[in-house]
């Protein structure tokens, strides 16, 4: 299994470009959600997915989208980038109750100039 | 779901027990205690948790006090490569929200 992935590792936007980040998990896990981390910060959840075609926001969803058309895939798109949305974004993914382990990727690491 | 407020860094000797505390005072009797860790650049890595019994596995004890309403968790054996960011989240088994919230946790520092 190569657990949860996530592309590009780095990238750089210019402000009001659009962009998406990829994740994928190879688990069949149901749960897949999105953090943001930011320097000296903890993490912070964006949006999370229950399931297929299930999405709902966490604590920061302002200026991101997300969908869920398979198990497998759980894309963070940002629709017009900001340079508040300099981060390291996080995704991961669980079997299905909370009580499961949550797998983390490797993380993106965006720059908005 | 409760808040969660942990030291900001901790130092520990290599070899000996790190004890890492947090408090969860407003923790209701549905929701679990999670620690998880982050060493530096990489993604977070699950530890451990718990609901009211004390709990131990190949990585660390997590002992919750009978309240609830502080929990610890024990490295008994640091390594240098126990330096990492540690976490301690509260939140509710299932229902509704099924996330888990992220604090800034504590920087445990192993040293030599």
């Known amino acids: 299994n190569a657990g949860v992935t996530q592309t590009p590792k780095f990238q750089v936007l210019k402000t009001g470009q659009s962009m998406t980040l990829q994740c994928a998990q190879d688990?069949?896990?149901?749960?897949m959600s999105w953090y943001r981390q930011d320097p000296g910060m903890g993490l912070r959840l964006i949006h999370y997915?229950?399931?297929?075609?299930?999405?709902d926001q966490g604590e920061v969803p302002n200026g991101y989208n997300v969908s869920r058309s398979t198990t497998e895939d759980f894309p963070l798109r940002l629709l017009s980038a900001a340079p508040s949305q300099t981060s390291v974004y996080f995704c991961?993914?669980?079997?299905?109750?909370?009580?499961?382990?949550?797998?983390f990727g490797p993380g993106t690491r965006l720059t908005v100039l | 779901d409760a808040k969660t407020t942990q030291p900001t860094s901790m130092d520990c000797a290599e070899g000996r027990a790190a004890n890492l505390p947090c408090n969860h005072s407003?923790?209701?009797?549905?929701?679990?205690v999670y620690w998880y860790r982050q060493i530096h650049s990489q993604g977070p890595q699950y530890i451990i948790h718990g609901l009211k019994n004390n709990e131990t596995n190949e990585m660390a004890s997590l002992i919750i006090t009978e309240d609830r309403k502080s929990s610890t968790l024990i490295l008994p054996h640091a390594t240098l490569r126990d330096t990492a960011v540690y976490y301690c989240?509260?939140?509710?088994?299932?229902?509704?929200?099924?996330?888990?919230?992220f604090g800034t946790g504590t920087l445990l520092a192993v040293q030599p």
């Open positions: 688990m069949n896990h149901e749960y």
């Open positions: 989240i509260v939140s509710s088994y299932g229902g509704a929200t099924n996330k888990l919230i």
């Open positions: 407003t923790i209701s009797g549905n929701e679990y």
């Open positions: 991961a993914s669980r079997a299905g109750q909370l009580t499961d382990t949550q797998y």
């Open positions: 997915s229950v399931g297929a075609g299930i999405t």
